[in-house]
């Protein structure tokens, strides 16, 4: 579904060069909840940008369903991005917009009709438990429903991959735990598969199949999380 051949990105700034991924091979299947963990500065963040083209490698080659999407045009582009859903630690949401706007943002931008936009959004509303807030702000939301904003953004193209920065750590235990559930759900009902970098042991325990370690701009460890974390 995602893969990474020989990756490497190197920043450059103020004639400081930083090298946050370094020559990384990785290998996420269909239907996989795939962790990635690490430290901060690890590179997981410039990680899962390069299957989005957030971020660009420096060398290397990162494939989604077999496509280098370096090698399409701006429509084909377009296209492909629809296709990868993405959440954020801060969630990303425009304040002066209501949920309703928010949710379809990604559908209005794309020229859709009103009248299937608005059943659209309503139905992810349902799905993450929150049709009764579409005319509220952002800053009316606790960081749970926030986050479930998020969620419902990018579900509303029928994206195959779900992308994950950080995207329980901004928020308590049990908010968490219900997000993580809801996740879940989403991996199994929607068939969606997911990539999440975390710095959360608990967030990688409680539901990746399959995980790899990063460190330094490398992953020292790949495998499955019961096997990964039996090692000594
Ligand atoms: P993580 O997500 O694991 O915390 P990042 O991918 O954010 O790690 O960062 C990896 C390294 O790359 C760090 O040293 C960070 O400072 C550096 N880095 C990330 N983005 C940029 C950027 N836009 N410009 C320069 N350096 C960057
Ligand atoms: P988060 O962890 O919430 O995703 P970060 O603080 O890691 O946010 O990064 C925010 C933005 O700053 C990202 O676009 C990242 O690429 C960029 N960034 C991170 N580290 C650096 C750095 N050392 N120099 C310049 N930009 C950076």
């Keep these: 579904m995602i893969e990474f051949h020989q990756v490497t990105k190197i920043f450059e700034s103020n004639g400081n060069k930083v090298e946050a991924l370094k020559n990384i091979n990785l290998t996420i299947d269909k239907g996989d909840i795939f962790g990635v ?3 901060s500065g690890a590179g997981k963040s410039t990680l899962i940008r390069t299957v989005n ?7 290397g080659e990162v494939l989604v369903k077999g496509k280098n ?3 399409l045009s701006k429509y084909e582009i377009r296209e492909a991005k629809k296709d990868i859903g993405m959440i954020f630690q801060h969630f990303n949401l425009i ?4 949920v309703f706007h928010n949710v379809a943002m990604p559908l209005l931008l794309s020229g859709y009709n009103k009248k299937s936009v608005e059943e659209k ?3 992810i509303l349902r799905f993450v438990g929150l049709e009764e807030k579409a005319k509220n702000y952002p800053d ?3 960081g749970g429903q926030k986050q479930r904003v998020g969620i ?3 579900l509303i ?7 994950c920065d950080e995207a329980t750590s901004a928020l308590d235990p049990e908010t968490t735990k219900s997000i993580l559930k809801l996740l879940k759900r989403i991996n199994k009902e929607y068939n969606i598969t997911i990539l999440i970098i975390t710095h959360e042991m608990e967030v990688i325990k409680e539901i990746c199949n399959r995980i790899a370690v990063m460190e330094d701009g490398q992953i020292i460890e790949t495998g499955k999380v019961f096997d990964v974390f039996a090692n000594p």
Excluded: D, H, M
């Excluded at 957030?54 to 060398?59: D, M």
């Excluded at 304040?95 to 209501?98: A, C, F, L």
């Design 140 to 142: 009316q939301l606790s």
């Design 95 to 98: 304040k002066s917009k209501t």
């Design 157 to 163: 193209t029928n994206p195959s991959i779900l992308l």
């Design 37 to 39: 963990i690490g430290f």
């Design 121 to 123: 959004v309503f139905e």
């Design 53 to 59: 083209l957030l971020e660009y490698p420096s060398a």
């Design 69 to 71: 999407l370096t090698e």
């Design 152 to 154: 419902a953004r990018a």
